[in-house]
């Protein structure tokens, strides 16, 4: 009896040996062959990236004011437009290339170059601009009004375009396209499990420091900056 249970106790024990070695050889197997690749990781996220052609990074909204004077036959006329309008801060991800993306294995960095930001518009309403003027003969018998309006929305659309251009909403837009293009490369890696270091740059600007993957975060609401950059 005695021999008959160390025979079975052999064999349970041989099946558990082999089973174990079974699964440690699996489980080398299965590194070897389907350990995550992170540059094969990355040329996925920015086939996807690419496949989105556009990334708009921010939407501002703006309001020129412009005033138009003529002077005609020894009268002079005057006529001031508001006008609003919308712009957006965008990002060619068409434009990347494959060298735009480069993984240095041993620090786990991913470093990401962008194509320049444009900033597209402005897009006007027409129902929102408003007019002032102050009457007269000129304003009154002649065609100087059409004049003066074409003149304001020529300055208005400047205007509106140099408010866009200024450094405060520049940076916020490029910080916004910087943490979402950081995203979509960090968390495939990170679904990996690999702890990634992604910097994102605009082409011609130096790599921030380096840094662990941080969820998305605006420093401040895009209304704010555009309001404190008048």
Excluded: C
Excluded at 65 to 83: C, E, K, N, Y
Excluded at 113 to 118: E, K, R, V
Excluded at 188 to 213: C, I, S, T
């Amino acid at each position: 009896m005695k021999t008959v249970l160390k025979v079975l106790l052999g064999i349970v024990l041989g099946f558990a040996l082999v089973a174990g070695g079974a699964l440690v050889a699996g489980k080398r197997i299965f590194d070897h062959f389907w350990s995550p690749d992170p540059e094969s990781i990355a040329t996925a996220s920015l086939q996807g990236l690419q496949a989105q052609n556009r990334l708009t990074a921010l939407v501002a909204s703006y309001v020129a004011v412009v005033t138009s004077t003529q002077h005609r036959f020894g009268l002079s006329a005057q006529r001031t437009l508001i006008m609003p309008g919308r712009v957006r801060y965008e990002v060619d991800l068409g434009q990347m290339k494959p060298g735009d993306v480069t993984w240095d294995k041993d620090s786990h960095r991913l470093d990401v170059t962008l194509p320049p930001l444009m900033i597209e518009g402005p897009e006007v309403d027409p129902q929102r601009i408003k007019a002032y003027d102050g009457g007269g003969l000129l304003l009154k018998f002649t065609d100087s009004g059409e004049d003066l309006d074409k003149a304001n929305q020529q300055q208005a659309r400047s205007e509106l375009i140099r408010q866009a251009r200024e450094a405060s909403p520049v940076a916020v837009a490029k910080q916004a396209a910087r943490q979402a293009v950081a995203q979509s490369f960090a968390l495939p890696l990170k679904a990996a499990g690999l702890q990634p270091n992604v910097r994102v740059r605009f082409r011609g600007e130096a790599f921030p420091d380096p840094g662990p993957f941080t969820p998305m975060d605006f420093a401040r609401p895009w209304q704010d900056v555009v309001a404190n950059s008048h």
